[in-house]
C-alpha cells in the first residue's frame, strides 16, 4: 500500500543542522510531487517546501527560504530535506506528503493525498 | 500574502450538522481541500477541489465553495469526528496557504 516515511528528526542546538529522509513505496516516486509540511508543538500546519516530478520546479515558504533544501532521489524512493541554521522556530514535527497538482475547470489545484507519520525536530540550546 | 481564517472552534451536538468555514480574498476563485487532523495523528485528506471526497471517506463530509468563503460540512456529526480540520488552498505568490485550523468538539 501507499507509505511514506518519515526519519531523521531529532535535538539540535541553535544553528546547527539535519538531514530529514521521507521513504516512498506502493506509488511511482518518480511521477510524483512531494512536499513537506510542519507542524510546531500545539500549532497549526504551515506548509514548508515542494518538489516538482523534476527537480527545476522546487518552492519554499518564506520562513525557510536560504536555509532549508528539498531534494529527491527516484532511485532511492527518497523525499530528503536539509535543514540548516536551525532555530528555536523551527521546532516541530515534520511531514512529508504526496501532492497532487493540476489545471481545472476551477484553475490550479494543489492538495496533499497521502502524508506520512511525522518527525520531529527539536532545536534548543 | 494569501491568507484563509478560520474560527479556532466550533461545537456540535451529536447527530446534528457541522458547518466549519474557511474564508479567503476571493476563496471560491481557486480550489479548497481539508485535512482532518486527530490527536497524535497525521492530517488525512477529507475534501479536495472544494466538494470532493477522497475514497474512504464517509457520505456525511461535504463541501462548498463560493465568493470568500469555503465550508466544510459533516452531517449527523459523530464522536469520531472530533478533529481539528484545516482548510489550504494554493496562491501563485504564496504557494501552499493553510487556514490556521478549527477544533470541533462534539459534545
Known amino acids: 500500500q501507499v507509505q511514506l516515511v518519515e526519519s531523521g528528526g531529532g535535538l539540535v542546538t541553535p544553528g546547527g543542522s539535519l538531514r530529514l529522509s521521507c521513504a516512498v513505496s506502493?506509488?511511482?516516486?518518480?511521477?510524483?510531487?512531494m512536499s513537506w509540511v510542519r507542524q510546531a508543538p500545539g500549532k497549526g500546519l504551515e506548509w514548508v517546501s515542494c518538489i516538482g516530478s523534476s527537480p527545476s520546479t522546487i518552492k519554499y515558504a518564506d520562513s525557510v527560504e536560504g536555509r532549508f533544501t528539498i531534494s529527491r532521489d527516484s532511485a532511492k524512493n527518497s523525499l530528503y530535506l536539509q535543514l540548516n541554521s536551525l532555530r528555536p522556530a523551527d521546532t516541530a514535527v515534520y511531514y512529508c506528503?504526496?501532492?497532487?497538482?493540476?489545471?481545472?475547470?476551477?484553475?490550479?489545484?494543489?492538495?496533499?493525498?497521502?502524508w506520512g507519520k511525522g518527525t520531529t525536530v527539536t532545536v534548543s540550546s | 500574502s494569501y491568507e484563509l481564517t478560520q474560527p479556532p472552534s466550533v461545537s456540535v451536538s451529536p447527530g446534528q450538522t457541522a458547518n466549519i468555514p474557511c474564508s479567503g480574498y476571493k476563496l471560491g476563485e481557486r480550489y479548497a481541500s481539508w485535512y482532518q487532523q486527530k490527536p497524535g495523528q497525521s492530517p488525512v485528506l477529507v475534501m479536495y477541489h472544494d466538494n470532493k471526497r477522497p475514497s474512504g471517506i464517509p457520505e456525511r463530509f461535504s463541501g462548498s465553495n463560493f465568493g470568500n468563503s469555503a465550508t466544510l460540512t459533516i452531517s449527523e456529526t459523530q464522536a469520531m469526528d472530533e478533529a481539528d480540520y484545516y482548510c489550504?488552498?494554493?496562491?501563485?505568490?504564496?504557494?501552499?496557504?493553510f487556514g490556521g485550523g478549527t477544533t470541533l468538539t462534539v459534545l
Open positions: 506502493g506509488f511511482t516516486f518518480g511521477d510524483s510531487f
Open positions: 489550504q488552498a494554493w496562491d501563485s505568490s504564496t504557494y501552499v496557504v
Open positions: 506528503a504526496r501532492v497532487l497538482v493540476g489545471t481545472g475547470a476551477g484553475g490550479y489545484y494543489f492538495h496533499m493525498d497521502v
